[in-house]
């Protein structure tokens, strides 16, 4: 069956630091990638979106790289900062991107 | 202001009494879908809908209906709740397929 695995712990860096989060997903072969950023108690909010033929993507103090032969994605905040702490999803789609899988999260906490 | 706008946000019932969650969006969206999360699961999806009366299953959609009669409103209903459906709830809609999904703010639904 599908499945989606992202760092099962919870992240803990050091303001400045750049945090690393990855994403592997094994029997998928999707067409997208996206990151989302969920705060507690509130809906996922939408970071970034890279395509299967798409080997990095950056916006600002974050970049994703998506590796189809590795079946990985890795998603890195730059320069990070408290206000940066929150989980951080993984989700991957199929062609038509009517289906959408999502990982469990990855909770990152950033330190003054 | 563009919004998903869910209704009840916080929900206690018993097993068995009918419920609907609602959900609004704004945006002139045709996808809309809808998600469970529960604690090391992460966001699974129940039901989507590519435009108005065009609805299909999605990973987990056993014990719950969907309808789109009207673009901007999706409601999810549940016949019979039973416990194993405690869990929050997020709707969630986007323009395209694999496009950013704008989600709501989330209902919490307890099924004692």
């Known amino acids: 069956s599908q499945k989606i695995e992202q760092n099962s712990e919870a992240l803990n860096i050091q303001e400045g630091k750049t945090a690393t989060l990855t994403c592997n997903y094994t029997?998928?072969?999707?067409?997208?990638l996206q990151w989302y950023r969920q705060d507690p108690g509130r809906g996922p909010v939408f970071l970034l979106l890279?395509?299967?033929?798409?080997k990095e993507k950056r916006k600002e103090r974050l970049k994703v790289t998506f590796d189809t032969t590795l079946k990985q994605s890795l998603f890195h905040i730059t320069a990070s900062q408290p206000a940066d702490s929150a989980t951080y999803l993984c989700?991957?789609?199929?062609?038509?991107?009517?289906?959408?899988?999502f990982g469990a999260g990855t909770r990152l906490f950033v330190k003054a | 202001e563009a919004q998903v706008t869910q209704n009840p946000r916080y929900l206690i019932t018993v097993t068995g009494k009918k419920l609907t969650v609602t959900c609004s969006q704004n945006?002139?969206?045709?996808?809309m879908s809808w998600y469970r999360q529960d604690p090391g699961l992460g966001l699974r999806q129940i039901y989507y809908?590519?435009?108005?009366?065009?609805?299909d299953k999605g990973d987990v959609p056993e014990g719950y209906k969907v309808s789109r009669k009207e673009k901007r409103n999706f409601p999810l209903i549940l016949e019979s709740p039973s416990p194993n459906q405690t869990s929050l709830y997020f709707c969630?809609?986007?323009?395209?397929?694999?496009?950013?999904?704008?989600f709501g703010e989330g209902s919490r639904l307890t099924v004692l």
């Open positions: 809908s590519m435009n108005v009366e065009v609805t």
């Open positions: 989700a991957l789609l199929n062609t038509g991107g009517f289906k959408t899988i």
């Open positions: 969630a809609s986007n323009q395209q397929g694999f496009g950013e999904l704008f």
């Open positions: 890279i395509r299967e033929n798409e």
């Open positions: 945006m002139n969206h045709e996808y």
């Open positions: 029997n998928y072969s999707p067409a997208y």
